[in-house]
């Protein structure tokens, strides 16, 4: 997401709205997970969101 947007994270995280912001990508980004490692996985463990916090919100807890 960073990679191909990355004024677009900036000014989400300078406007504290990263979730609205990437709304649809976390999404994709989330069926693609659970279909890669499993829904059971997937929701029994806060790796996704551990990565949401520090790749996307640079480290911030926002997921």
Known sequence: MIVY???KRQQALKAGNVKEAFDEEIKKSWEEYVEQVGAELANSTPFFTE???EILA???KLF
């Open 58 to 60: 640079g480290g911030q």
């Open 51 to 53: 990565a949401l916090n």
């Open 5 to 7: 947007q990355p004024e």
